[in-house]
């Protein structure tokens, strides 16, 4: 009995490299690779959920979206939206970040807060905002009235509708792109900043030519994190507008869940979600290309 | 001296300025949930008034509020469970064996869009009558937490010496032995950190139980979202349920404080 418990550990440690991920391998390929290949087989196939078959349609429903203008619009929203989020979040964190980077009463009081905007349930948060950001009763157009501007239509417009959502979106992750940038301030090394300071550089100078290109392969991790998550904004979308007001924010990502969800139109539905799939996976491309590039220089 | 105390107030008034968003987005919402529905659509709002806990109260009663939060904790805790339990010794492979690969598969299922996983999962859910179970969902929330603890944990592992390890292995102990008996206890605060990252990503998760959920299972988020579906929208209702549901997330949050940045940039740091 023993040498049976023997041979089976020491079966185990051989081959310790195969076992000890095979459970992950197996539910990944479940729940990851099934449904991906699913979705490329329906894009190829014309079906309405609980309406007969699917039936193969060859490239038609890629056609199709290329001549649909709220694929173009979603599209437009997509780009619209993640760009001017992801450059605020970026640009901001990175400026919130040099400030606090120094040491003083209430850091870690500062750092706490600053964790609850992106750990808070999403949908929750987003509720509360689209509260605020009622043009009648919201507390924003009170706000705005207070330091004497015009009160905005928020949501209401389209308008204004992505900038608003572009708000939430900022408001929610600037804090973490800040907390990633501040960890990464904190570990680089001083000397260059010493020497700085006794060659009479101004602040400005300091940032530019020091900070800036010490601190760039951690903006780049925070680009790349943030992005993952901001090309498929679902909950902050999908609870303040729904895409509305018509079509004004409806992102491609959305419009590719409605089209399967809303309006079961399966086969579509599929063909936009791989789109977006790959969109974001030559995004992220794109993006490591940059950062080997940047760290090779 | 006095311009340094100058220097001092002007820096701190800053630091205010930058943390009253944050901190007004949450007052705003608890405040919200403590006013009646006719104050709460008040205009200008209403900064002072006589708090009530009405809405708290009918949040329990009238909306079942409860069941959601047993159903969001069952899913939650039952999914971070199962991705410790195959993800510990896979990501403790991973980090021993640079098996690459693997990881960026991982990675790949991380940056897949949520969306292009509901389909076929509905449509393999309703044919196996698995649509508003647990099992449905508790299977669907590992997508999110597996990836989230292998992740996390991989950078733990490595950073567990390997001279312990291989100290047990030349007393004899086999290496299935050495990764529970040293390797685990000794990466207890990582496995601790990455399993209450891997609750409030399970517990926040919207997407999936929109669809997928129903009566008995609806989580917290989903039930959230309902009282903006009850033909009139119930902002006081809103604010006490977000209070409620954002809570516990806000709890935890503050245990992991030190390690959560840590934890969510180690995907993009290595990707």
Same mark, same amino acid.
């Given at each position: 009995?023993?040498r049976?418990?023997e041979?089976?550990?020491?079966f185990?440690?051989?081959?310790?490299?195969?076992?000890?991920?095979?459970?992950?391998?197996?539910?990944?390929?479940?729940?990851?690779?099934?449904?991906?290949?699913?979705?490329?087989?329906?894009s190829?196939?014309?079906?309405?959920?609980?309406l007969?078959?699917?039936?193969?349609?060859?490239l038609?429903?890629y056609?199709?979206?290329?001549?649909?203008?709220?694929?173009?619009?979603?599209?437009?929203?997509?780009?619209?939206?993640s760009?001017?989020?992801?450059s605020?979040?970026?640009? /901001?964190?990175?400026?919130?970040?040099?400030?606090?980077?120094?040491?003083?009463?209430?850091?870690?009081?500062?750092q706490?807060?600053?964790?609850?905007?992106?750990?808070? !349930?999403?949908?929750?948060?987003? /509720?509360?905002w689209r509260?605020?950001?009622n043009?009648?009763?919201?507390?924003?157009?009170?706000f705005?009235?207070?330091?004497?501007?015009?009160?905005?239509?928020?949501?209401?417009s389209a308008?204004?509708?992505?900038?608003?959502?572009?708000?939430?979106d900022?408001w929610?992750? !600037?804090?973490?792109?800040t907390?990633?940038?501040?960890?990464?301030?904190?570990?680089?090394p001083?000397?260059?900043?010493?020497?700085?300071?006794?060659d009479?550089?101004s602040?400005?100078?300091?940032?530019?030519?020091?900070?800036?290109?010490?601190i760039?392969p951690?903006?780049?991790?925070?680009?790349?994190?943030?992005s /993952?998550?901001?090309?498929?904004?679902?909950?902050?979308?999908? !609870?303040?507008t729904?895409?509305g007001?018509?079509?004004?924010?409806?992102t491609?990502?959305?419009?590719?869940?409605k089209?399967?969800?809303s309006?079961f139109?399966?086969?579509?539905g599929? !063909? /936009?979600?791989?789109?977006?799939?790959?969109?974001?996976?030559?995004?992220?491309?794109?993006i490591?290309?940059?950062?080997?590039?940047?760290?090779?220089? | 001296?006095?311009k340094n105390?100058?220097y001092?107030i002007?820096?701190?008034?800053?630091?205010?300025?930058?943390?009253?968003?944050?901190?007004?987005?949450?007052v705003?919402m608890?405040?919200?949930?403590?006013?009646?529905?006719?104050?709460?659509?008040e205009?200008?709002?209403?900064?002072?008034?006589?708090?009530?806990?009405?809405?708290?109260?009918?949040?329990?009663? %009238?909306h079942?509020?409860?069941?959601?939060l047993?159903?969001?904790?069952?899913?939650?805790?039952?999914?971070?469970?199962?991705?410790?339990?195959?993800?510990?010794?896979?990501?403790?492979?991973?980090?021993?064996?640079? %098996?690459?690969?693997l990881?960026?598969?991982?990675l790949?299922?991380?940056?897949?869009?949520?969306v292009s996983?509901?389909?076929?999962?509905?449509?393999?859910?309703?044919r196996?009558? #698995?649509?508003d179970?647990?099992?449905?969902?508790?299977?669907?929330?590992?997508?999110?937490?597996?990836?989230?603890?292998?992740?996390?944990?991989?950078a733990?592992?490595?950073?567990?010496?390997?001279?312990l390890?291989?100290?047990? #292995?030349?007393?004899?102990?086999?290496?299935?032995?050495?990764?529970?008996?040293?390797?685990?206890?000794?990466?207890m605060?990582g496995?601790?950190?990455?399993?209450i990252?891997?609750?409030?990503?399970?517990?926040? %998760?919207?997407?999936?139980?929109?669809?997928?959920?129903?009566?008995k299972?609806?989580?917290?988020?989903?039930?959230?979202?309902n009282?903006?579906?009850?033909?009139?929208?119930?902002?006081a209702g809103?604010?006490?349920a977000?209070?409620?549901i954002?809570?516990?997330?806000?709890?935890?949050?503050?245990?992991?404080?030190?390690?959560?940045?840590?934890g969510?940039?180690?995907?993009?740091?290595?990707?």
């Amino acid at each position: 009995m023993k040498r049976f418990k023997e041979k089976i550990l020491s079966f185990v440690d051989n081959h310790i490299h195969i076992i000890f991920p095979a459970p992950t391998i197996i539910a990944l390929f479940v729940v990851v690779i099934f449904p991906i290949i699913y979705n490329i087989y329906m894009s190829f196939n014309k079906w309405r959920i609980g309406l007969g078959s699917p039936k193969f349609i060859g490239l038609q429903n890629y056609i199709d979206a290329f001549s649909d203008p709220r694929f173009w619009n979603g599209l437009k929203v997509m780009f619209f939206f993640s760009g001017l989020s992801l450059s605020l979040e970026i640009v /901001l964190g990175l400026l919130i970040a040099v400030y606090l980077n120094k040491e003083f009463k209430g850091s870690s009081f500062v750092q706490t807060i600053y964790i609850f905007p992106f750990a808070a !349930t999403p949908v929750a948060i987003a /509720l509360i905002w689209r509260i605020m950001l009622n043009p009648q009763i919201g507390a924003l157009n009170y706000f705005l009235s207070l330091i004497g501007l015009p009160p905005s239509l928020w949501i209401s417009s389209a308008k204004t509708v992505i900038l608003s959502l572009v708000l939430v979106d900022v408001w929610k992750w !600037t804090p973490m792109i800040t907390l990633i940038v501040l960890a990464g301030l904190k570990s680089l090394p001083k000397d260059p900043y010493e020497a700085a300071v006794i060659d009479g550089a101004s602040i400005p100078q300091v940032f530019y030519h020091i900070t800036l290109p010490l601190i760039q392969p951690v903006l780049f991790s925070a680009l790349v994190l943030r992005s /993952l998550d901001n090309l498929k904004e679902f909950d902050i979308i999908y !609870t303040i507008t729904q895409g509305g007001p018509g079509i004004a924010s409806e992102t491609l990502y959305l419009y590719s869940y409605k089209t399967a969800f809303s309006f079961f139109n399966c086969g579509y539905g599929s !063909t /936009l979600i791989i789109i977006v799939f790959l969109l974001v996976l030559i995004f992220n491309l794109i993006i490591n290309k940059i950062r080997y590039k940047s760290e090779v220089l | 001296m006095k311009k340094n105390i100058i220097y001092k107030i002007l820096f701190y008034i800053g630091v205010v300025i930058l943390i009253i968003p944050p901190i007004f987005v949450f007052v705003w919402m608890i405040m919200i949930g403590l006013k009646t529905g006719v104050q709460n659509i008040e205009y200008p709002p209403l900064f002072i008034f006589k708090p009530t806990l009405d809405n708290f109260k009918a949040v329990f009663q %009238q909306h079942n509020f409860l069941q959601y939060l047993i159903n969001s904790f069952i899913i939650a805790t039952s999914a971070t469970f199962i991705s410790l339990l195959i993800g510990l010794p896979a990501a403790y492979s991973i980090a021993r064996y640079k %098996q690459r690969k693997l990881s960026v598969a991982i990675l790949v299922a991380r940056m897949t869009p949520f969306v292009s996983y509901l389909l076929p999962w509905y449509i393999l859910f309703r044919r196996l009558d #698995l649509i508003d179970t647990f099992t449905a969902m508790i299977t669907t929330h590992l997508i999110i937490t597996l990836p989230m603890i292998i992740w996390l944990m991989i950078a733990f592992f490595e950073g567990v010496p390997r001279a312990l390890e291989e100290a047990a #292995l030349i007393d004899g102990c086999a290496r299935s032995e050495t990764f529970l008996r040293i390797t685990i206890p000794l990466s207890m605060n990582g496995i601790i950190t990455s399993a209450i990252i891997s609750f409030i990503f399970s517990w926040n %998760q919207f997407l999936f139980s929109l669809i997928l959920s129903g009566p008995k299972t609806r989580t917290v988020p989903v039930a959230v979202y309902n009282f903006m579906s009850y033909g009139k929208i119930d902002w006081a209702g809103i604010g006490a349920a977000a209070t409620i549901i954002v809570f516990p997330v806000l709890v935890f949050a503050f245990f992991v404080r030190n390690k959560i940045v840590e934890g969510l940039t180690r995907g993009a740091l290595k990707g």
